[in-house]
């Protein structure tokens, strides 16, 4: 590959190509019939220093329906084991020479030192800095479900951890470039400050009078907070879950989203998660087919 697009974060991408991105992931089912696979000489590596279900092996699938070989790197049997660090493990594992290597890393960017290679980067999450493949996923599910390119005039909810939370700051950028109109609520310590624009801030679910076209609940990112959280799951649930009542009020129309990993019955009950209004299980199954899409932007 002599030029590689690495994607860090969603300011990496320009409108147009976030617009094709968005057709190709409608549009590459079809890839995954062809008989000549289209990438079947190239090989992406995933190296994930923190848990994941969802995004590792959404990229995983992604690549092996579109023909990619793929080789997965495991921290536990490694030689992080004799002291070696992320970072060396890291350019060795760029020097092996895979085309895509998918990275989800505790430090935040650190990716950045990385994309002079020839190979793509790609971030799985970097810490509580960005997750874009997530973001896309996210947005994507909704204009699907909108059954419109943009998000002009939509109301949306994002409830919990903001501060924490790589997947609220990539959703953020991406769904305001779409022309969302946000509100952001969360106690004071996981508040987000500093933005302006569409963005409104909020503490308690009673100052969320309006209605809503779509809700993001988020988890508390526990493994983040150094100094304790300050709020039991029972208070979390309390103040911010979100229940059936709660979602009565945000509308008969507002959907349901959530990135996963899913803590029921803290930030939100099961009957939502599972409910009529919820697209909690088409973000999964876009997952895969947005990834595809950013796997063949990569490389092409
Ligand atoms: C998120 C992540 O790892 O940032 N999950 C995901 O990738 N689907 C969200 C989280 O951990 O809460």
């Known amino acids: 590959m002599d030029k590689c697009r690495s994607i860090l974060s969603i300011d990496d991408l320009r409108d147009d190509e976030i617009g094709r991105l968005f057709y190709a992931a409608r549009t590459i089912k079809t890839e995954f019939c062809a008989r000549e696979k289209k990438h079947r000489h190239a090989v992406m590596m995933t190296a994930f220093f923190e848990p994941s279900t969802r995004t590792r092996l959404s990229f995983e699938m992604a690549a092996l329906r579109l023909g990619l070989g793929v080789t997965t790197f495991v921290a536990t049997s490694s030689s992080m084991a004799k002291g070696e660090s992320v970072f060396e493990t890291l350019t060795n594992l760029i020097g ?27 971030n799985g999450g970097d810490g509580a800095n960005e997750h874009p493949s997530q973001a896309l996923l996210d947005c994507f599910t909704l204009l699907n479900h909108f059954k419109s390119d943009n ?112 803590n029921l019955f803290v930030e939100i009950e099961r009957d939502v998660a599972y409910g009529p209004q919820s697209l909690i299980a088409e973000q999964v199954k876009n997952g895969v087919l947005m990834r595809a899409a950013l796997i063949d932007h990569c490389l092409s």
């Not at 998918?102 to 793509?120: F, G, I, K, Q, Y």
């Not at 809503?212 to 988890?219: E, I, T």
Request: aromatic content about 6%; glycine content about 8%; overall charge neutral.
């Open 96 to 122: 092996l020479g895979p085309d895509i290597l998918v990275v989800r890393n505790l430090e935040p960017w650190m990716h950045e030192d990385l994309v002079h290679s020839n190979v793509a980067i790609i």
């Open 151 to 262: 998000l002009v005039g939509k109301k949306i909810l994002i409830i919990g951890d903001l501060a924490h939370s790589r997947v609220a700051h990539s959703n953020i950028k991406l769904m305001l470039r779409l022309g969302a109109e946000l509100t952001l609520l969360a106690p004071d310590a996981f508040q987000l400050h500093g933005q302006h624009g569409n963005v409104r801030s909020c503490a308690h679910f009673d100052d969320v009078d309006d209605a809503y076209d779509a809700v993001m609940c988020l988890r508390m990112q526990k493994e983040r907070m150094a100094q304790g959280f300050g709020i039991t799951d029972e208070d979390y649930r309390a103040r911010y879950g979100l229940h059936r009542a709660r979602l009565l009020r945000l509308g008969k129309n507002c959907v349901v989203l959530h990135p996963g990993p899913m």
